[in-house]
Structure formats: C-alpha cells, structure tokens
C-alpha cells in the first residue's frame, strides 16, 4: 500500500503539472479479513489512540473511529463505510514523501462491525481500550462468533489511495483481493526477493524510502505483491 502511494506521489510530480498536496488512504476488509481475534484485538487497542493526521503541513488529532465516508473500492466490492484509524503510514509518508495533508480511514463488513467499534470509541474509556490484556482477551471469548461471521462474509481485503495536486488532479491506486491472508503472503513474499535481489539498502527503512525499495525496483514488487488480486490499478483518475 505505501509502495503504491510513493509510486502515484512519484508519477504526480512528473505529469500532473502540481505538486502532490493530500493522500488519502482507504482500507476495507470482510469481517476479520480471516485473522480472527487477530485484527479484532489490534483495532480495538487503536481505538484507545487519539488519530493523528496532517492538514496543510500540522499535525491534528481527530477522535478514532469518527468521520465516516463512503468510499468506492470498485467491482466485486463497491461502496462500503471507511472511519479514522491512527496508522502509521500517515505519519511515514507524510515526513518521506512530503506531503502535507496525509489521513487514513478503515472499514469492516457486515456494518454492525462498525457500529460496535464506534459504540467503544465512543463509551468505552481510552485507557480501558488500550490495555492490551482486556482487549486481548475480549477478542479470544468472541472468536467463535466471529468465526462464523467470517465465514458468511468472506475475507476479501481492499486497499484505495486517492492523491490530489495542487492543480486539482486526483490520481487512484486501487488493491483487492478475495482473501486477505493469501494476499499477505504474496506481498511478504515480494517484499523477501527484494531484499534477497539487492533492491534494498542495508538497515531499517520505511517502504516508501528509496533505501526500503529502490525506486526502479517498486513496479516490479507491486507486480509480485498483486499475483491473484481481483482488482489492481495504479494512476487512474479518481473519476474512473
């Protein structure tokens, strides 16, 4: 995802005719994308975080789980509500590539996912949410039901980035695949060539640094990270 983002800030730069300005991110998975109490666990200990974004270049915080929006994730998935969540890749991206507004949002199906995790956001105290041994353990004692959930809704995962210039141009990458694990896999697997291949510097690094993934190296791994997808399209206009 942050791969594809560094690519559509990269090819903005020399064709829109602006200058990068907003990156969007939207993220989507059915139930538990298969994970189980896995991601149930990890989001509920985000909603105990204030959601840190950019706004032309300052830092805000806005209330997890809060300013809904309906967001098109294309064929076989649609439209489906994404909230704030406070990930990393806002902060990342907005130091590396320079971006001076960066927020990112995610959702779940079936919508009462959404509404539940609204409902802590909203009642549940913070420092309650962020303990890890509670919401822990909550996840293991609900993991047979949602179990079930999963399997009526599936474990489709999808990813959208919307980036917007200066001059009003939006560009789109978009992501989907049928099964959020099996994608994972592929884009760990990707991720392990390019380093194997020499297209990473020695250290630690984000993915969008050119030391992470060398710059002529991203469209092959985004190639290898997409084997299966049921959608993948890159500097598309938003409209499309």
């Known amino acids: 995802m942050i791969v594809m983002a560094a690519e559509l800030v990269r090819t903005a730069k020399g064709e829109s ?32 975080e204030d959601v840190i974004a950019y706004d032309k270049g300052s830092e805000i915080k806005l209330k997890p789980y809060s300013g809904a929006r309906n967001i098109d994730f294309g064929k076989g998935i649609g439209k489906k509500y994404v909230y704030l969540m406070n990930l990393p ?63 009526i809704v599936g474990e489709r995962v999808a990813m959208r980035i919307d980036l917007e210039s200066s001059n009003g141009h939006t560009t789109t990458g978009l992501f989907a695949h049928n099964n959020l694990s099996v994608s994972v896999g592929y884009a760990a697997a ?19 640094e050119p030391e992470g993934i060398a710059i002529d190296a991203r469209k092959l791994l985004l190639r290898r990270a997409s084997r299966g997808v049921t959608n993948f399209t890159m500097n598309k206009n938003s409209g499309m």
């Open 190 to 208: 990707a991720f392990a060539l390019a380093v194997l291949e020499g297209s990473t510097k020695p250290g630690v690094w984000f993915p969008e």
């Open 17 to 48: 005719g602006g200058e990068p300005e907003t990156l969007r991110f939207f993220y989507y998975i059915a139930g538990t994308g298969g994970a189980g109490p896995t991601t149930l666990g990890t989001s509920l200990l985000l909603l105990g």
């Open 89 to 151: 890749e806002v902060k990342s991206t907005h130091k590396n590539l320079g971006l001076p507004t960066v927020h990112a949002l995610f959702g779940s199906d079936p919508f009462i996912w959404n509404w539940g995790m609204e409902t802590f956001a909203n009642f549940l105290p913070s420092d309650l949410l962020r303990d890890k041994n509670v919401t822990l353990k909550f996840a293991e004692c609900v993991d047979p039901f949602i179990r079930v959930i999963d399997g």
